[in-house]
């Protein structure tokens, strides 16, 4: 009887462990940064709970968060940055999750309309259905499409003889709600990234980061970084991009805007129209929330901005030092560079050199964003790797699209500019490989 408490007891006490562990990870984005006085931490509270509201159609007697739509891809900024964690390719069975959206545009001429948006917005939307699929609209509002995604297995070979398998993947829209695409509309299917040290990277400075440009490749080694340049609405000209997998936006203001509008029919300072195309005239006629100027005033936006530009940024695991050393000879760490130094207090360890490099064919999806052609990609920051992986649960979800199922699926879709690095990775002994996939594991 004695042992067979005992044996509880332990049981329990381990369960307890295994459950306080997996809640502190499941907390881990979400946390306050050390050091807000009150008015902070209040305004960190506030941004919160914008953050996590779900918005409702107008017209409602809740005026205080009315607005959502007409057309929308989810209420809430949540919904899609589940614990400020990554999105996820499907929600349940082979339905696409909502934080797994679609952007849509067709190539640029060169008319001068056409010359203007690139320079002002970055590409050119779509002309029926607009820059985003929406899979949701307010009552008498049709959505716009869904989205349907399958694989197709590819079989890679290392030269040891080790096989690993890829999957690539087969976008299909469907129940299209306003006719036929553009014949040339190019689809792009984007998952939302973990939200994670973004008020950091917003310290880092724009020669911080030109520091690591080589457009011409002048030091011959195959990697040609590029910032992106892309046009503010908040100072009304052209700056460095830092967020987005494409490098688009460039404040966490702008890009907290950007995704009030296309992800969820906000309209705010930056945008102040909503999302509905000419053609669609369900969605110009649907009731507006008129009882603020905008459906995100400038305190709501400033509050969310700064609720994410405060997060904690949790630690990391201890780094093999061989995954160190293997991490930078194989030229990982050329795009994805280790560490700033900050004005304020610290060096940050974001692996990232927030550049835009051509991927290769593999990656590519042919979509245009200022700067950024169709096969060019910001080099995505791995830090906290081992903590997104661990809030996603089982299905991983790597690369912009997240077809990547693993850290080694990643690196074996490397191509273009990184040609090399990959192969150097191919070609390490499968223990050496074990290290490097450990470090990027545990980051
Ligand atoms: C429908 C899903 C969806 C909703 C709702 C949504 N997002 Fe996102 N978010 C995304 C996706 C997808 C991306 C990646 C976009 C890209 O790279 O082009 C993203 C990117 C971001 C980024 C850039 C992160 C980085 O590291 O570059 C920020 C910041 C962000 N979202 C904030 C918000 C805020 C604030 C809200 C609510 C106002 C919100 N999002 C609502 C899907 C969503
Ligand atoms: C030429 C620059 C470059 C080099 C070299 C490079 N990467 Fe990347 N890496 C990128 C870019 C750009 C992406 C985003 C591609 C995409 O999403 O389509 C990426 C994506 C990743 C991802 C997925 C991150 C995420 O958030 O989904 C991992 C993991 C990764 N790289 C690890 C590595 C490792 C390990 C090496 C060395 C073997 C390496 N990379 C070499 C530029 C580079």
New binding site residues.
Partial sequence: MKIRNTIFLVVCLFAGHALSINNSINQSFLLPAKGLDNDQFDQFILGKS??RIPWVESPTATTARDGLGPL??????????NKNGR?KVYDHDQVVD????V?LSIPANDSEKHQQLLKMQGFIAEPTYGAQVS?NGVSGVPYEAKMEVEYTDVNINYPNGAQATLQQPNLKLTNLGYGALHPQAIVAA???????G?GL?EQITDEQILAHEDVDDINGDGISGKANRVWSLETNKTEIG????????PT?RH??????VS??G?TNPLHPNETCTSKQTECLKAPKGDYFEFD?TEPRLNA??FY?SNLALPSSKKSNKKGVQLFESTGCSDCHQPSYQLSSVKSIHPYSDFLLHDMGKGLADGRQ?FLASGSEW?T??LWKTYRVSQILGKQKNFL?DGRARTVEEAILWHGGEASKAKALFMNLRQDQRAELLKFVDNL
């Fill in positions: 914008f953050f929308f891809n989810s209420n809430t900024c949540v919904n899609c940055h999105g909502r934080s797994h959206v952007r899979v984007r998952i939302a990234p973990a939200l994670v973004l990277i830092r967020y987005t997998w494409k490098a688009s936006a966490l890009q907290s805007a950007n995704a009030a992800d969820m906000l995100l969310i901005t994410l964003e910001r995505p920051p912009h």
